[in-house]
């Protein structure tokens, strides 16, 4: 039986799938990036504004979307770009829809906790 995540934007249902994620620590704080990899390396305009899904950024390992909202959960800033993980994190109550920003129809969202 195969894992599966419930899409939020539709009734149908989506395979479990994969997300890079790169995790960032100091002595103090934690930082995640996470994108759907197929947007890496990739750059989106719409009007002023640019999105670039830079490798040396984004590129990190292979995760489940499980370990990704796992990091996203302890992170103390976030930077998620894709539908996948962001529809995950809406999902968990990680992410308020409201603060998505969609550049070019890819959404992403920054989480800072204070």
Do not use: W
Not at 18 to 38: G, Q
Not at 62 to 79: E, M, Q
């Amino acid at each position: 039986m195969r894992s599966q995540v419930f899409n939020s934007t539709n009734v149908g249902v989506v395979p479990l799938a994969e997300v890079l994620l790169k995790v960032f620590r100091d002595a103090k704080y934690t930082m995640v990036a996470a994108c759907d990899p197929d947007l890496l390396g990739s750059t989106f305009r719409e009007g002023k504004l640019k999105l670039e899904v830079k490798q040396e950024f984004y590129q990190g390992s292979r995760a489940s979307i499980s370990d990704a909202l796992a990091a996203i959960n302890t992170a103390d800033v976030a930077n998620l770009v894709g539908r996948t993980i962001i529809e995950a994190a809406i999902q968990k109550r990680l992410v308020d829809p409201t603060a998505i920003v969609h550049i070019s129809g890819v959404p992403h969202v920054q989480i800072v906790r204070m």
